[in-house]
């Protein structure tokens, strides 16, 4: 990699690194986080694991105190230090490495690797949420270290011990989730199941249990319902599913295409690479074996597809906030994108092109027509950089 492309990496890492300083400054002066799900069931789930109520919920004041909350434990951590505002920010800084080591996983060099997982944390749908309290994030880490690991499966129990480990924090975090671990074991059984015996099994489904299924076998002896307060899958809950986001798209499409730009901006054309990558090598070459940038755009599709079942609103502001739960879409179709152009020495451009999606405005309040502004702004600070790496390299 060219010295210019590690300059370039370079100015991305600083610019993050004032993002999270300003948010880490944010979440220190204002300590208490602001109202809504954080305080409906995000630290009521929290405080029961501190004080361990738990494992047996009594004086329940909002059905949703039943999610599962395995990661609310580190929501939990930063209660008891009296900073529940920069728990976030803590699980930001993990999707971070997580996003890193998933690009050297599949073999991005070393500088490409941390552009990709500086490009994704500096989105407008990771910088809204630092200063929150949500899962969100830890969903998207486990999601990616569950891919890790099974791209470098092992014939050893303490492998399958830190596979059912993160299967079971994802399933443990969020009912959603169980459609993500169904996925990548439908993607990965060939792999697997080489390396499976009994000893290994036994391995992987104790930490499964412990941080995943015990909330559903909890809820059962509870309420009889497994997935409470859902009304699912012939379980009696509280909450109906209403309208979904696919309906929303067909009624408001404009709405949701705005709300969607507003936080991924320049990223969203990720979704037509991978459409055109996978229709060029299915329809057009008929190339029918998946390598590692189709399985990557295969996932991303499909757990897209998926997100459009997701409850949703007609409401741009709740349509801004569902918009979290399309991490474990958002993650492989941009690590697809990033391995395309190492593939065809395009690392340059990219680099470029993130840097201009990272020139952003720090508020938390929804104006996507901002990029009126800042995307001139970013041209002109590309054309400035670009003009003087020419300078210095001639």
């Not at 270290?145 to 011990?161: H, Q």
Request: proline share 4%.
């Amino acid at each position: 990699m060219n010295g210019r492309i590690k300059t370039l990496v370079n100015v991305c890492l600083i610019i993050a690194l004032y993002y999270f300083i300003y948010y880490i400054y944010q979440g220190l002066l204002n300590p208490v986080p602001a109202l809504g799900d954080s305080w409906d069931y995000h630290i009521p789930i929290a405080n029961t694991i501190i004080n361990g109520s738990f494992l047996h919920l009594s004086n329940v004041v909002l059905p949703k105190w039943y999610y599962p909350g395995s990661s609310e434990a580190f929501t939990a951590v930063f209660i008891l230090l009296k900073i529940p505002t920069l728990s976030n920010i803590f699980a930001a800084i993990a999707l971070f490495f997580a996003c890193w080591k998933l690009g050297k996983t599949f073999n991005l060099s070393r500088h490409f690797a941390i552009l990709f997982a500086v490009a994704f944390i500096t989105l407008n749908i990771v910088l809204r949420w630092l200063n929150a309290i949500s899962i969100d994030f830890w969903v998207g880490v486990f999601f990616v270290l569950s891919i890790i690991l099974l791209e470098r499966p092992k014939k050893s129990s303490l492998y399958f011990v830190q596979l059912g480990f993160t299967f079971g924090m994802l399933i443990g975090s969020k009912y959603s989730a169980i459609f993500f671990v169904l996925l990548l074991s439908i993607f990965y059984f060939k792999t697997l199941v080489r390396f499976l015996n009994i000893k290994r099994m036994v391995a992987f489904l104790i930490p499964f249990f412990i941080f995943g299924l015990f909330w559903y076998v909890r809820n059962y002896f509870s309420t009889s319902n497994p997935f409470y307060p859902m009304h699912i899958l012939g379980f009696k809950g509280s909450e109906l599913i209403g309208n979904n986001v696919l309906t929303e798209i067909l009624k408001h499409p404009l709405d949701l295409l705005n709300a969607v730009f507003g936080e991924y901006k320049l990223w969203l054309l990720s979704v037509l690479v991978a459409l055109g990558a996978l229709i060029h090598q299915f329809i057009i070459k008929k190339e029918f074996k998946l390598n590692s940038i189709s399985k990557l755009f295969l996932i991303g599709l499909i757990n897209l597809i998926f997100y459009f079942s997701f409850p949703s609103s007609i409401h741009p502001w709740d349509m801004v906030s569902g918009l979290r739960y399309s991490l474990p879409a958002s993650i492989p179709l941009m690590l697809g994108v990033f391995m395309l152009a190492q593939e065809y020495k395009k690392e340059e451009l990219l680099a470029y092109f993130t840097l201009i999606n990272m020139v952003n405005v720090l508020t938390m309040t929804y104006y996507p027509k901002l990029l009126l502004i800042y995307l001139p702004i970013s041209v002109a600070i590309i054309y400035l950089l670009n003009r003087n790496l020419k300078l210095k390299s001639s």
